[in-house]
């Protein structure tokens, strides 16, 4: 266990840290193998997040295109 470490409501949410009960639990301290695992999963995360935003950009764009030909007020005799 870290010295002075103790898990309270201020900590990071769990999904920011895949070994946050074994850091918090007594006992020997994560080894490299196993941080390297939790930060490859991390990544992974953010990667499957990444792709899924990227997914929904094409219908954002078109609900906001389509919003704002919506909003538009019809050409004026003025205009012409």
């Not at 850091?23 to 080894?31: C, F, L, N, T, V």
């Amino acid at each position: 266990m870290v010295e002075g470490f103790i898990v309270d409501e201020n900590d990071p949410p769990w999904d920011t840290d895949p070994l946050w009960y074994d850091r918090a639990e007594s006992g020997p301290a994560p080894g490299p193998v196993l941080e390297c695992l939790a930060w490859l999963f991390l990544l992974a995360v953010a990667v499957v997040a990444g792709l899924v935003w990227l997914y929904g950009v094409p219908d954002r764009l078109w609900r906001a295109a389509t919003r704002r030909f919506l909003r538009r007020r019809p050409a004026g005799a003025k205009r012409f």
